[in-house]
């Protein structure tokens, strides 16, 4: 018997590859069905107290789920009035920039060959100002205003999922205690609402960090004089869902447009220390005390996930790859069966 184990062993570990492979294939090929889903899931979450206030208030349930649905609307069209009307101007004033990076450009262009002749390399005559023509920078911006149908899809899919979810909150709880004795049904929905308030918790409190990021980075670049400071609000809060990787690309991308606004160097810089120290003092100061508790994620975990999840389903996946895993370790903390798991995945050793 003791011979046996390693070999027993080995198969578990090469099922649980296979099982992993599996899922992933499935994930990627339902790619359509599952992220809207798992968005749904997510956002319900986040509205399933107003239905249980409103339902505790003797409000009927069509009334409660159409409040929500009312609310969800008028956040998803400003939303969306806010992107497409800053993604017009945009596309107006692009031709503006052209100038001053043909300048830049030429001006690297130029460094180069003088180095290659210093070291008497063979300068290639390629020319730069080609690679940088203006007309495809519009052309791809256009070309993204024209996937507004698979949007209008996607989302329509999200709402109606949510809604069906919404719509059988609180049924859980009274399930188990007709499917189980007692003692078990009430330690099932003990679990249950554990893991339901530590989720909320988190996915609230990461929103309204989130929220307060795009804020102070739209204050930031409006008070300094840089184009599209709305449009960059709106990339810090979504990217703020994305650690490390999305605050650095939140404080680059009107960093480098400031490069191409403005004269000096002075603007740039200001952009660079107001947006940094923004991230820095919302992602490791604020957020941890309004949180209350740290979810302690290896940071190598947190790379994985990006990565899969990025691979899976491209910037969504990415955006949705630490609320997923900070969901899943949550989760594995209230079962005795996975608590070792979950410790694994932890960052730092307590």
Not at 4 to 23: D, K, Q, T, W
Not at 215 to 228: C, K, N, Q, S
Request: hydrophobic residues 60%; neutral net charge.
């Amino acid at each position: 018997m003791v011979q046996e184990a390693p070999n027993s062993n080995l198969v578990n570990i090469f099922l649980g590859i296979i099982a992993v492979f599996v899922v992933g294939v499935m994930l990627l090929e339902l790619k359509a069905v599952l992220m809207p889903f798992v968005l749904a899931m997510l956002l319900s979450i986040i509205f399933k107290p107003i239905i249980l206030g409103l339902r505790e208030k003797r409000v009927p349930m069509v009334v409660a789920l159409f409040g929500v649905l009312l609310l969800f609307s008028c956040v998803l069209f400003l939303v969306g009035w806010v992107l497409f009307s800053s993604a017009d101007t945009f596309v107006n004033e692009l031709p503006k920039y052209e100038a001053k990076m043909a300048i830049i450009v030429n001006k690297i262009e130029v460094g180069m060959m003088a180095g290659a002749e210093r070291f008497d390399l063979q300068a290639s005559e390629f020319q730069w100002n080609d690679a940088f023509d203006i007309d495809s920078v519009t052309a791809a911006v256009t070309s993204g205003l024209g996937s507004f149908i698979s949007f209008v899809t996607t989302t329509f899919m999200v709402v109606l999922f949510m809604l069906f979810i919404l719509a059988a909150s609180g049924d859980l709880g009274k399930k188990f205690k007709i499917a189980y004795p007692e003692h078990v049904s009430d330690k099932l929905a003990n679990v249950i609402r554990n893991i339901d308030s530590q989720v909320r918790q988190y996915l609230v409190t990461k929103t309204i960090i989130s929220l307060i990021t795009g804020f102070l980075t739209w204050l930031v670049l409006l008070l300094l004089g840089v184009d599209f400071p709305l449009v960059f609000g709106f990339i810090a809060f979504v990217l703020n869902y994305i650690p490390n990787v999305g605050s650095t690309v939140a404080v680059l991308f009107p960093f480098a447009l400031t490069l191409l606004q403005f004269e000096t160097a002075g603007v740039p810089l200001l952009v660079i220390l107001g947006l940094g120290s923004t991230q820095v003092v919302m992602g490791n100061i604020i957020e941890p005390r309004i949180m209350g508790y740290s979810l302690n994620l290896s940071p190598l975990l947190i790379l994985v996930a990006l990565i899969f999840w990025g691979w899976l389903w491209g910037v969504w996946g990415m955006i949705l790859a630490v609320p997923l895993t900070a969901t899943i370790k949550i989760v594995f903390e209230n079962l005795d069966s996975f608590k070792p798991v979950a410790k694994l995945m932890n960052g730092t050793i307590d």
